[in-house]
């Protein structure tokens, strides 16, 4: 990953014009922001949002999880940047992000780590006064790079991800993708059903009382992105899986080693990674774990008052 780091957009961004945040998302009331792309190393370009507050009183970086981007961040960007500079971005494999051949990027959790680094020191983000939010596959990226690097944030909220190798607490299809000769079929069969996945990953698990939709500019998003440049996003979620037991391993064998302020949230109905994961794994790190009642897998985008009062009090 490239090590430049600058503040100066028109040295970091690439060629396309960047596109107004007003624009993009038209009821939102947003100051100061955008959406453009970023340059972090001669491979990988991502997909960026920022919004910028008046007098930013820090800065908060939000990493999305499976199938979606960093659109879901919209509406919560919105109302913290009133207050705070937010930071979103798409994983390579998701939204409008690089998606390079296996041959040259692996999707693996450590990669991720890599990439957000490389994100953070491109942007110029000033790690002292940055709170990172990391839902699903971006919890264990950001925690590995914690590992080495614990001043990477003042505080990392993580939850309703998979930090240990447990596959008891894991749903029967991410069971399937650890290993062969189940994680093959199954990853042809997201990409069969994407249409299904996109339209009720968010509802699953939850009773019909407490299931939502989605934002019609975020769904449309997630779909019109899903096959972006060649590779599915079914398709980097498996490659991510290929290596995921040897990271949840690293990060076990290292617990000692992570320095960084966490919080722990999960919701209680979460269908995917059951709430005992978590458990687990506050108490190993010896931390309080705040289960949501009523919420699945996506707190924030179920209850995104919820996620916005947790990041304000990150900050007190």
């Known amino acids: 990953m490239s090590e430049d780091k600058t503040g100066n957009r028109a040295a970091s961004v690439i060629a396309t014009p960047s596109l107004p945040v007003e624009k993009v998302f038209a009821s939102a009331e947003i100051q100061h922001g955008d959406v453009d792309f970023i340059k972090v190393d001669e491979m990988l370009t991502l997909r ?28 919560i960007a919105s109302t913290l940047a009133r207050d705070y500079d937010v930071h979103a971005f798409d994983w390579p494999g998701y939204g409008q992000s690089s998606r390079p051949t296996l041959q040259r990027f692996s999707y693996a959790p450590q990669d991720y780590a890599a990439v957000l680094k490389a994100y953070i020191e491109t942007a110029g983000i000033d790690r002292s006064n940055l709170v990172i939010y990391a839902t699903d596959i971006a919890a264990l990226p950001v925690l590995l790079l914690a ?41 042809a069969y997201m990409n069969k059903t994407s249409d299904e996945i996109l339209q009720n990953v968010h509802r699953r698990g939850l009773s ?34 290929v290596n995921f037991t040897r990271d949840q391993n690293v990060l076990e064998a290292n617990l000692d ?23 687990e794994f506050a108490a190993r790190i010896g931390v309080k774990i705040d289960i949501l009642p009523g919420i699945g897998h996506f707190p924030h985008l179920q209850s995104a008052k919820q996620t916005v009062e947790e990041i304000r009090a990150s900050f007190r």
């Not at 080693?257 to 458990?279: A, C, F, S």
């Open 257 to 279: 080693r992570l320095k960084t302020p966490v919080k722990v949230i999960w919701g209680e109905q979460d269908l995917y990674i059951n709430k005992e994961m978590g458990i």
């Open 208 to 241: 019909p009382a407490e299931q939502f939709d989605l934002p019609t500019d975020v769904q449309r998003d997630m779909v019109h992105s899903w096959s972006f440049g060649g590779m599915t996003s079914a398709d980097a979620f498996a490659h991510y899986y």
């Open 147 to 187: 590992l080495d690097e614990p001043a990477i944030a003042r505080r990392i909220i993580v939850g309703d991800f998979a930090p240990f190798d447990r596959a008891q607490y894991m749903w029967e299809n991410l069971q399937n993708l650890k290993a062969e000769p189940t994680a093959s079929p199954t990853r």
């Open 48 to 75: 960026r949002m920022i919004v910028r507050a008046p007098a930013p009183k820090g800065t908060v970086l939000f990493l999305h999880g499976f199938p979606e981007t960093m659109m879901v961040w919209k509406d």
